[in-house]
């Protein structure tokens, strides 16, 4: 059976979990707020090699607009603080399937610490609702 990430149809499973029931979350991206997605270059290769799976194809060609307008939508309702976001203050410069233990330790340390920033504020508002 063949997988592929569930990343391309859902970057952020916000919605899904909403429909789950969760109403107070808090997201924890992996990009600045200031990122804005772009199409992916590898579209061309990728349209190629799926060219029978035409769903998928499609799904990659427009996942950057899904991922642009879901994070305006995240950054507004966090504004009206209906969600919290936690994310880094710059750019990881990490590829996103490294295996280099070195910068996956210190793209887990910059977590860390900006989690450890941000903890007040988690549970101020995970409380405000309970």
Request: proline share 5%; no cysteine; aromatic share 6%.
């Amino acid at each position: 059976k063949r997988l592929l990430d569930g990343g391309i149809a859902d970057a952020i499973p916000l919605h899904y979990f909403e429909s789950l029931g969760y109403d107070r979350n808090v997201l924890i991206l992996t990009q600045p707020r200031d990122y804005v997605k772009e199409r992916s270059k590898l579209m061309p290769l990728i349209a190629r090699a799926y060219k029978n799976e035409i769903p998928l194809v499609e799904d990659m060609e427009s996942r950057h607009h899904r991922y642009n307008r879901l994070t305006q939508e995240i950054y507004a309702r966090e504004e009206a603080g209906e969600l919290l976001v936690i994310a880094p203050e710059k750019p990881l410069h990490i590829p996103a399937n490294t295996k280099a233990r070195r910068e996956l330790i210190r793209v887990y340390e910059e977590g860390r610490v900006a989690a450890n920033k941000q903890l007040d504020a988690v549970r101020t508002f995970l409380k405000e609702k309970s």
